[in-house]
């Protein structure tokens, strides 16, 4: 039997205290057979160097995938990776954390591949208690199949944001306070998986898969998982230098924003996309 002293609302926070505290980890460049399962594609995906590296490739049978062990509840992820070259039309690498459930939270980089000299497209989106449609799109300024590069998420009670090599691309912040909803309450695992979407990623389905150019492979390496909730990221938020970052990709390299599409939100747009210069 709970103590009168505690309200309904101290026992929930209690819980998420104690999940906290029970799944505070840091993990640093670890094996990635010591954090990850494959979950699909198990002929597809492979763990190499001893651990240090990591593949997964699509063909036209399978794609493949991978899951962390751990859940996190708030976390700063990293993770270096490698893109599928050459003509990746109708490919999709995606890295997100999520929970599960029809209420499920999301946080989302998803790849999408092009055919031979265009650029990749990166595709983000956050999902609070089963609602997404906040999608905004990048270019990036570089060739992410040449070499690896630094994909991170940092997920805090302030805000989620999207960071590439270091260079905050994206902030959602936590509005609760003009009621709209931010994940806070559900711990989610970290993914990846490579697949075939040709049906629409790729100039909405007008290029598809070449697949005389099969298996087509990302790598991976480098994972970090940060979720002491003492470390100085808990109650990091973009700074004055990190929005500069922000505005400078935004001007340069997005090219979709659902803050700005009049046409899917005839009504108008969320709530959000009305109080981005709150601190």
Not at 64 to 76: H, P, R
Not at 214 to 222: D, K
């Amino acid at each position: 039997m709970v103590s009168a002293y505690f309200s309904s609302s101290n026992v929930s926070a209690l819980l998420v205290f104690l999940f906290m505290m029970s799944t505070s980890m840091v993990a640093f460049g670890g094996k990635f057979y010591d954090d990850f399962y494959i979950t699909w594609g198990p002929e597809n995906a492979k763990m190499l160097d001893y651990g240090q590296l990591l593949t997964l490739s699509l063909n036209s049978v399978s794609g493949s995938a991978f899951e962390s062990y751990n859940q996190y509840l708030y976390v700063k992820i990293d993770m270096q990776i490698k893109l599928v070259a050459g003509n990746s039309a109708g490919t999709v690498t995606t890295f997100y954390l999520s929970s599960t459930g029809n209420h499920h939270d999301e946080i989302d980089f998803e790849f999408l591949g092009n055919v031979t000299g265009q650029p990749y497209i990166l595709h983000t989106n956050v999902f609070c208690q089963g609602q997404g449609n906040k999608e905004q799109q990048f270019y990036l300024w570089f060739d992410p199949t040449a070499d690896f590069h630094t994909y991170s998420i940092l997920w805090n009670p302030l805000n989620i944001v999207f960071l590439v090599d270091g260079i905050p691309i994206r902030q959602f912040k936590n509005l609760e306070s003009f009621g709209i909803p931010f994940p806070k309450y559900q711990p989610m695992r970290l993914y990846s998986s490579l697949w075939n979407a040709d049906n629409w990623a790729t100039r909405g389905g007008l290029e598809k898969i070449d697949w005389t150019q099969a298996p087509f492979t990302a790598s991976y390496r480098n994972f970090n998982a940060n979720s002491d909730s003492h470390g100085a990221w808990y109650w990091k938020k973009v700074d004055y230098s990190g929005k500069g970052q922000i505005q400078w990709v935004q001007n340069n390299y997005m090219i979709y924003n659902y803050c700005t599409d009049s046409k899917r939100f005839p009504p108008g747009f969320a709530p959000e996309c009305y109080l981005t210069n709150l601190s």
